[in-house]
């Protein structure tokens, strides 16, 4: 400030207040692993299907399907029988029949998968989410087995579904028609062969086509099997025809090498695998390029036994 009696500048008189020293400083104690802010509370209970929260645990019920909580408006317990989804007895109205499943939407067998904690990210086709869902149907006891469940008008297609009586698979035999002929006994056991030589469970081989016709019933996913295993490249193939069309090619070269077995004529032998000398060379080495192996063991190479470069990819070829 400035004095009136000297007009200098100078200090203000009054002593400051001394600040107390570093180490005598009050300090409220703080524990590191408290905070001021509220814990987040936990993910209130809420229906899986319509999201609807909780108001009090009388209103959650569990399906015995899929272990999933839904509200009483979305789940059902048909007289003594389990409580379950409506998307679970849905399923379980199918009795999990594969022909009743193919007519589901995508949506409700994607839905059903999800339920059960199983993924779909890699099925293209509707006949493979089919396969995931009769690989977990739940055991039915006979108790437990859904009849026709009350529907309300939300589901006219399920409610017309289950309103059909079912009928016994086997139908009543004629006196008269006790015995079948032993001719059709035996077409009827050749064609449950060949349906049980396609297990959903492993893959399909060009060894399981007894005849040019058994190609017509396989699905894409079985076509496109049977190329990998062979070699064969089906990129480009838009249409089932397309594949098919390969198979068959396929199918009758593979028959064409069998019918030649026997002696090998001398001019011939430079047509043989290099390595078995049994069947002849049918594949060509990638990345070099050099056709000395028989698919089989062009499969089984690591490296090129003319340029011992790294072998790539082994690819079937068809000999004109």
Not at 76 to 92: D, Y
């Amino acid at each position: 400030m400035w004095a009136t009696c000297c007009n200098w500048f100078c200090l203000d008189g009054q002593p400051e207040e001394a600040s107390p020293p570093q180490g005598a400083r009050t300090q409220a104690y703080s524990n590191p692993g408290y905070s001021s802010f509220p814990s987040p509370t936990g993910s209130e209970p809420s229906c899986k299907a319509c999201g609807t929260h909780f108001a009090s645990m009388a209103r959650k019920q569990t399906c015995l399907d899929c272990k999933k909580n839904f509200c009483t408006s979305c789940s059902s317990q048909v007289g003594a029988g389990p409580r379950l989804c409506l998307l679970c007895q849905r399923f379980r109205a199918t009795d999990f029949r594969r022909e009743e499943l193919m007519k589901m939407k995508v949506k409700d067998l994607r839905d059903y998968l999800s339920l059960h904690d199983i993924s779909t990210d890699m099925c293209r086709e509707k006949e493979e989410l089919v396969f995931l869902v009769l690989g977990q149907q739940p055991v039915i006891s006979q108790e437990g087995r859904t009849q026709a469940p009350p529907l309300g008008p939300d589901f006219p297609e399920q409610q017309a579904f289950l309103a059909r009586p079912h009928t016994s698979t086997v139908p009543p035999t004629s006196p008269g028609l006790q015995s079948a002929p032993p001719g059709q006994a035996q077409g009827r056991q050749q064609s449950v062969d060949s349906e049980d030589s396609f297990v959903p469970g492993r893959r399909a081989s060009l060894s399981d086509l007894t005849d040019l016709e058994d190609i017509e019933g396989l699905t894409v996913r079985q076509l496109k099997e049977i190329l990998a295993r062979n070699f064969v490249n089906y990129k480009g193939c838009c249409e089932k025809w397309e594949l098919m069309e390969r198979v068959t090619r396929l199918y009758k070269d593979q028959k064409g090498l069998q019918h030649l077995g026997g002696a090998v004529p001398s001019s011939l032998e430079e047509n043989l695998c290099r390595i078995c000398m049994d069947s002849p060379i049918d594949c060509v080495l990638l990345e070099c390029g050099h056709m000395v192996t028989c698919t089989k063991c062009g499969k089984r190479m690591n490296e090129c036994p003319i340029c011992r470069q790294y072998v790539i990819r082994a690819v079937h070829v068809f000999r004109s």
